[in-house]
């Protein structure tokens, strides 16, 4: 059975204060998984977390992650700017973009973060916008298909991230000769998977990489980056990723590949979706019921809050708080208000029997939740608040109104006050 971090009565009370819908993201939770992690890996010497900031934006969440140890991973320049706002400049900031404008380079650079490469040409125009660092990751593309055992993990062939095997090698050499002089090496070939031997199999392909890069060219490699894709079980069946048995997996790795080569890497990970998916729930409230040729439940939420289920038809559990116990005897599709069919949080999905007024909660949207939200048909983007470790709430994002989503139109006078 999942659980959440509140019952019905706290939330009623949370409610009266914050009415829905909002995302609600519990501390206490986020540091335990930080902290979980940091011990899988305490074997490895500078070993860091960079959370990849996507996952969930918001500095209050990304200040609690900071004070556990962890770095930030951005891709964008307003990224960097929240990496920077607390507290996380160079070493703390991995900057693994891709397509990289201009001026995101010359940010990044002027925090001095560690620039991971997406592609030998950014090689140039890293040089002309923002220089060459002393310290430079390049990011990885083995083609092909990327397996564990007889499963299809991932189709790297396929993706547009990272560079070749010889594009590495050449692209070494070549920041070598423009300055460069501590190396690390960074692949993401397979996404939310709990399979305990992701890590440790990516782990060995990126050590070998590193030894192979050093014999050809010398350079003094430093680092390995894992990137992110370690899973979480959206389902209730699912099981969890054993990150003590994936910390084992990568050290017995390391100890096969780095250590016979006489070499000494740093392990790095950017993890967004296991730090805090798990941490945050959509909290909404059963608006209507409708009858036709199934049963609908509308909430006050849509896929505006959460894409997820819209975009990738992923499954995300539902409680409705106060009948966990209640027989799951009705069938419904959970739906939102836009007007789109495939604005369902649940297809046909065996809950409790819904009033309106309940409060259906969605798990597990602490990590590409409310980031991947957006505007359509003028829906407007929730609140956040986090559940602090003592019980209280803290508002840690107000609700968007419509002066917010007008905000940006230019050069009309039309009266846009309702
Ligand atoms: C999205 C992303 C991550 C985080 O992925 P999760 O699946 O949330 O762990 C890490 N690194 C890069 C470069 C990414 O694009």
Same mark, same amino acid.
């Given at each position: 059975?999942?659980? /959440?971090?509140?019952?019905?009565?706290?939330?009623?009370?949370?409610?009266?204060?914050?009415?829905?819908?909002? #995302?609600?993201?519990?501390?206490? @939770?986020?540091?335990?998984?930080?902290?979980?992690?940091?011990?899988?890996?305490?074997?490895?010497?500078?070993?860091?977390?960079?959370?990849?900031?996507?996952?969930?934006?918001?500095? @209050?969440?990304?200040?609690?992650?900071?004070?556990?140890?962890?770095?930030?991973?951005?891709?964008?320049?307003?990224?960097?700017?929240? =990496?920077? *706002?607390?507290?996380?400049?160079?070493?703390?900031?991995?900057?693994?973009?891709? =397509?990289?404008?201009?001026?995101?380079?010359?940010?990044?650079?002027?925090?001095?973060?560690?620039?991971? &490469?997406?592609?030998?040409?950014?090689?140039?125009?890293?040089?002309?916008?923002?220089?060459?660092?002393?310290?430079?990751?390049?990011?990885?593309?083995?083609?092909?298909?990327?397996?564990?055992?007889? =499963?299809?993990?991932?189709?790297?062939?396929? *993706?547009?991230?990272?560079?070749?095997?010889?594009?590495?090698?050449?692209?070494?050499?070549? !920041?070598?000769?423009?300055?460069?002089?501590?190396?690390?090496?960074?692949?993401?070939?397979?996404?939310?998977?709990?399979?305990?031997?992701?890590?440790?199999?990516?782990?060995?392909? &990126?050590?070998?990489?590193?030894?192979?890069?050093?014999?050809?060219?010398? =350079?003094?490699?430093?680092?390995?980056?894992?990137?992110?894709?370690?899973?979480?079980?959206?389902?209730?069946?699912?099981?969890?990723?054993?990150?003590?048995?994936?910390?084992?997996?990568?050290?017995?790795?390391?100890?096969?590949?780095?250590?016979? *080569?006489?070499?000494?890497?740093?392990?790095?990970?950017?993890?967004?979706?296991?730090?805090?998916?798990?941490?945050?729930? &959509?909290?909404?409230?059963? !608006?209507?019921?409708?009858?036709?040729?199934?049963?609908?439940?509308?909430?006050?939420?849509?896929?505006?809050?959460?894409?997820?289920?819209?975009?990738?038809? @992923?499954? #995300?559990?539902?409680?409705?708080?106060?009948?966990?116990?209640?027989?799951?005897?009705?069938?419904?599709?959970?739906?939102?208000? /836009?007007?789109?069919?495939?604005?369902?949080? *649940?297809?046909?999905?065996? !809950?409790?029997?819904?009033?309106?007024?309940?409060?259906?909660?969605? #798990?597990?949207?602490?990590?590409?939740?409310?980031?991947?939200?957006?505007?359509?048909?003028?829906?407007?983007?929730?609140?956040?608040? !986090?559940?602090?470790?003592?019980?209280?709430?803290?508002?840690?994002?107000? @609700?968007?109104?419509?002066?917010?989503?007008?905000?940006?139109?230019?050069?009309?006078?039309?009266?846009?006050?309702?």
């Amino acid at each position: 059975m999942k659980k /959440l971090p509140y019952t019905l009565e706290q939330m009623r009370a949370i409610v009266r204060e914050y009415p829905t819908p909002f #995302h609600i993201y519990d501390e206490a @939770a986020i540091r335990q998984r930080a902290r979980a992690l940091k011990a899988a890996f305490a074997w490895n010497e500078g070993f860091k977390e960079y959370y990849a900031v996507k996952a969930c934006p918001n500095p @209050a969440i990304l200040d609690i992650l900071r004070q556990e140890g962890c770095g930030m991973d951005c891709s964008s320049f307003t990224e960097l700017v929240l =990496a920077k *706002a607390v507290g996380c400049v160079g070493g703390g900031i991995m900057f693994s973009s891709n =397509a990289t404008p201009a001026e995101d380079f010359l940010y990044a650079r002027r925090l001095d973060a560690i620039i991971n &490469l997406d592609d030998y040409t950014h090689i140039r125009f890293l040089q002309e916008n923002g220089g060459i660092p002393r310290t430079i990751c390049l990011r990885y593309n083995p083609g092909g298909e990327f397996r564990l055992g007889n =499963a299809i993990m991932g189709n790297p062939g396929e *993706a547009k991230y990272g560079m070749t095997k010889e594009q590495i090698f050449q692209g070494v050499k070549d !920041l070598m000769a423009l300055g460069a002089e501590r190396f690390g090496l960074h692949a993401f070939l397979a996404s939310n998977t709990t399979d305990n031997s992701y890590y440790p199999k990516l782990a060995e392909e &990126l050590f070998e990489l590193a030894r192979e890069t050093r014999d050809r060219t010398g =350079a003094r490699m430093e680092f390995v980056n894992l990137s992110g894709g370690i899973g979480i079980p959206y389902r209730p069946e699912e099981p969890e990723a054993d990150l003590q048995s994936i910390g084992q997996g990568v050290r017995e790795a390391y100890d096969r590949v780095v250590r016979p *080569a006489g070499m000494k890497l740093s392990i790095k990970t950017e993890l967004g979706r296991y730090m805090t998916g798990p941490c945050g729930s &959509l909290v909404t409230t059963a !608006l209507h019921r409708k009858d036709t040729y199934r049963q609908y439940i509308g909430l006050d939420a849509c896929a505006a809050n959460l894409m997820r289920p819209a975009m990738y038809n @992923a499954y #995300h559990h539902i409680t409705v708080l106060g009948k966990e116990d209640w027989p799951k005897d009705q069938v419904y599709d959970v739906t939102g208000g /836009l007007c789109e069919n495939n604005d369902k949080f *649940a297809i046909q999905r065996p !809950l409790p029997k819904i009033e309106m007024g309940d409060l259906v909660c969605i #798990h597990d949207t602490g990590a590409h939740g409310f980031s991947m939200g957006y505007n359509y048909n003028g829906k407007l983007r929730s609140k956040e608040l !986090l559940l602090k470790p003592n019980g209280t709430v803290q508002l840690i994002r107000r @609700a968007e109104t419509p002066e917010d989503y007008f905000a940006t139109l230019e050069g009309f006078g039309y009266d846009l006050k309702p």
